[in-house]
């Protein structure tokens, strides 16, 4: 075991605390603190146990997730060197307990300057509370900490502040602040904050504590999912299942991901359905897809399902299932484990911001907590199927029925129209859309442009299908062909299936290659051969790949057509780039 020091200064006079807090439902008089126990006590734990980026800010330097934690799952690291200010989300009422105030910090083993270490702070903010950004206590690090390892932080607060920490509030800010070399090398690891001595709740809760797997499942806590390429909510006037549900607002594919979760509990090859509850803003073609990923069970980004919301109606909350795979179910059986995370990727055209929801998500016993829709909520105008969509498994109130509710100014019919989307993991149905706007060019070049001095221009002479492709003159160099940006369409982490059209005229045989320019943020160029072929002139030949992406920060995303010789004339037709849900 790693040496632990513990640094502790003064005296406390109020007593601070966790309460331990409960998720059911309340009545509008309750207190503050009471209504928000369901939904704001994951958002603390998320925040107390350093479990997200999303529940942290730092003034200056970098802050990334973690792996390398001593309690939950993750924890954050700071790279920078100099001052910085770690605040936090903002906290509910925490409650009383004795006065301790303790972090775990990891002090890099590198030190630029070994005789002064530094410093780190403790500050306090709650307006609502009279307190602002009041300053609490320093602790030096230099001969104190051991380095390399975390060390408990402790700090005592002033009575003014202990004293007021048991009210009702929502806007407590914790400030952890550092103070080191400016040159500091490697990165300072947080974790485990820990208010009046009690630890971060455990992941599953207990019987009289919210878990944070009810959170996720009922998207009660803003803390308990993160986004890519959208903007979430949560929202209160529409939900599925308890007081709010997951707004999802895109202009083209997002992905929503959970915190990770523990084992989850009644998942078996007779009980393998994930189910969902899906609100779409208007009928388009959009899929959504299911991706679980944990590190301990050799799961990474696996596929669950995809299924096609095209025709779902608007403004209704629809269910959708997908059928895990009994290799799937059988890993997901097979062990314990706390890092599940999981991930829907809803694929949709680029445009106009919209707004899909998400509530009521069921695994196995996830989610089975309190749900009963055979009793209604009071005032929802909802109508139920006859037959419940997941059989009854001998438990008590597991039956689980398609339920709908209306939006405000649309009326649904009486019965839905449809049964519920069911997809088979072995085998899932996907009908992603394409996000190659003017694929063949009917409108002209309109979204399309060129690599180097070369000429873009429609033709109307060869066409693969339709009345159009591109033509690319005047080429001086290999790499010059016609171009199209998928930055901010396709996302990062993601497999795509890539397809294009392709031919010469007036030359003999010629190299044709598909390839795609993909730049991280910080990063050099890759240029990443995604087909080739050889053609002879006037003959179209089909380039067709996989194009795998990187999970960074895309800050350059381009697909081309290249390959033949200098001043050969080169045509492009019907390219196509869909999520590779089917693979």
């Not at 059988?330 to 809803?346: E, G, K, Q, R, W």
């Not at 039956?399 to 649904?412: D, H, M, V, Y």
């Amino acid at each position: 075991m790693t040496r632990k020091h513990i640094l502790s200064i003064g005296l406390v006079v109020a007593a601070l605390g966790l309460a331990a807090l409960g998720c059911e439902s309340v009545k509008p008089e309750a207190s503050i603190a009471t209504q928000r126990q369901g939904l704001e006590q994951p958002a603390n734990q998320a925040i107390l146990g350093f479990e997200t980026p999303a529940a942290w800010t730092a003034s200056a330097g970098t802050l990334t997730a973690t792996s390398d934690a001593e309690q939950g799952t993750g924890a954050l690291a700071w790279s920078g060197g100099g001052y910085v200010e770690l605040s936090s989300a903002p906290l509910s009422t925490l409650g009383g307990g004795d006065a301790s105030v303790t972090y775990r910090l990891k002090v890099p083993l590198a030190q630029s300057n070994p005789d002064w270490l530094g410093q780190t702070q403790l500050i306090v903010d709650a307006p609502s509370q009279g307190i602002q950004h009041q300053f609490v206590q320093a602790v030096e690090l230099t001969g104190n900490v051991e380095l390399g390892a975390f060390n408990t932080i402790a700090f005592t607060l002033p009575e003014n502040i202990a004293n007021v920490l048991g009210n009702d509030y929502d806007d407590l800010r914790i400030k952890l602040v550092l103070n080191v070399p400016f040159d500091a090398p490697g990165s300072y690891v947080f974790d485990d904050l820990r208010v009046g001595g009690a630890p971060v709740p455990p992941p599953g809760g207990d019987d009289d504590g919210a878990a944070p797997e009810v959170a996720v499942s009922d998207f009660e806590s803003p803390l308990s999912w993160q986004s890519t390429n959208s903007q979430i909510a949560l929202d209160s006037d529409l939900s599925f299942l308890g007081e709010t549900s997951l707004s999802v607002a895109v202009t083209g594919p997002a992905t929503v991901t959970s915190l990770p979760l523990r084992t989850i509990a009644g998942i078996s090859r007779a009980n393998n359905l994930a189910h969902i509850n899906v609100m779409v803003p208007l009928d388009e073609p959009a899929t959504l897809s299911l991706f679980l990923t944990s590190p301990s069970l050799g799961l990474a980004s696996v596929l669950a399902g995809s299924a096609d919301l095209g025709g779902f109606p608007a403004g209704a909350f629809r269910p959708v299932s997908f059928e895990l795979s009994d290799t799937l179910v059988d890993v997901l059986a097979s062990a314990s484990y706390d890092d599940l995370v999981l991930t829907f990727a809803l694929s949709v055209n680029a445009g106009a911001e919209r707004v899909y929801r998400l509530d009521g998500l069921v695994i196995g016993n996830l989610n089975r907590r309190g749900y009963d829709p055979s009793e209604p909520e009071a005032g929802a105008d909802e109508a139920a199927l006859e037959e419940p969509l997941l059989e009854d498994d001998g438990e008590p109130g597991v039956s689980i029925l398609a339920t709908f509710r209306e939006a405000p100014g649309l009326k649904f019919p009486d019965k839905p129209q449809g049964p519920e989307t069911v997809v088979d993991s072995e085998a899932p149905t996907c009908v992603a859309s394409n996000l190659v706007q003017n694929p063949g060019f009917e409108s002209g070049t309109q979204g399309w442009f060129v690599f180097g001095s070369a000429t873009l221009s429609a033709s109307t002479q060869f066409k693969h299908s339709g009345f159009k492709s591109a033509r690319v003159s005047n080429r001086t160099a290999t790499w010059q062909g016609p171009a199209y940006s998928l930055l901010g369409s396709a996302m990062a982490g993601l497999d795509y299936d890539a397809t294009a059209w392709a031919m010469t005229a007036g030359s003999g045989s010629q190299p044709l290659l598909l390839t795609a320019k993909i730049v991280c943020a910080g990063a050099a160029p890759e240029y990443r051969q995604l087909a080739a072929t050889t053609a002879a002139s006037g003959t179209w030949k089909k380039l067709s790949g996989e194009l795998v992406l990187p999970l960074c920060d895309l800050s350059e995303l381009t697909i081309y057509v290249e390959g033949p010789a200098a001043g050969v004339t080169l045509y492009v037709d019907d390219v196509s780039v869909r999520h590779a849900c089917a693979s």
